[in-house]
T-cell receptor, first 111, second 115 residues
């Protein structure tokens, strides 16, 4: 079973920051927080991951709370092409390495 | 990154028949996985394809229904056997590239419709 909870859907205006929350209150010490997104009719795409420090790359920023029980994915300047389902996943770096997907958040960027 | 090619991209099949889906990667990978995505749903892991040995299946999935092969480090097949309309889904191959175990890459999927 997925170990994360996300809102079913969210809307954001084009050009604004999109903030997608995720709860993972049962996360273990060796588990990372991963974010993927799935644009319609495509396979999922990796966005970012982190353990306990905030992370930033060319796509997004990841803010993890100090207790690691929740996180927020930030798309700083959302575009229409960011409309997708966003999945928050917790996963150990080693071991089986499989990804267990929850239901995700359907993010719609409006013009 | 790893480039994944899945074939066929889509198919319409008669119930009771079987379909084999191929997944070819452009580089050697450590892990290969098969997922199913039913209409309007999230992805569900079917199994981990192990090179040179039997696949590891998740709860609810069995080898007789979804036989998997992985003869080498860049290729795997998933067969959907004795199909019924309930098997209509998108089937996706995923890999973890050698030396890049922080992220998984996904193919574009095979859209299967069983009539």
């Amino acid at each position: 079973d997925a170990k994360t909870t996300q809102p079913t859907s969210m809307d954001c205006a084009e050009g604004r920051a999109a903030n997608l929350p995720c709860n993972h209150s049962t996360i273990s010490g060796n588990e990372y927080v991963y974010w993927y997104r799935q644009i319609h009719s495509q396979g999922p795409q990796y966005i970012i991951h982190g353990l306990k420090n905030n992370e930033t790359n060319e796509m997004a920023s990841l803010i993890i709370t100090e207790d690691r029980k929740s996180s927020t994915l930030i798309l700083p300047h959302a575009t229409l092409r960011d409309t997708a389902v966003y999945y928050c996943i917790v996963r150990p770096l080693g071991g089986a390495q499989k990804l267990v997907f929850g239901q995700g958040t359907r993010l719609t960027i409006n013009p | 990154s790893a480039v994944i090619s899945q074939k066929p991209s889509r198919d319409i099949c008669q119930r009771g028949t079987s379909l084999t889906i191929q997944c070819q990667v452009d580089s050697q990978v450590t892990m290969m996985f098969w997922y199913r995505q039913q209409p309007g749903q999230s992805l569900t892991l079917i199994a981990t394809a192990n090179q040179g040995s039997e696949a590891t299946y998740e709860s609810g999935f069995v080898i007789d229904k979804f036989p998997i092969s992985r003869p080498n480090l860049t290729f795997s097949t998933l067969t959907v056997s004795n199909m019924s309309p309930e098997d209509s889904s998108i089937y996706l191959c995923s890999v973890i590239a050698r030396g890049k175990n922080t992220e998984a890459f996904f193919g574009q999927g095979t859209r299967l419709t069983v009539v």
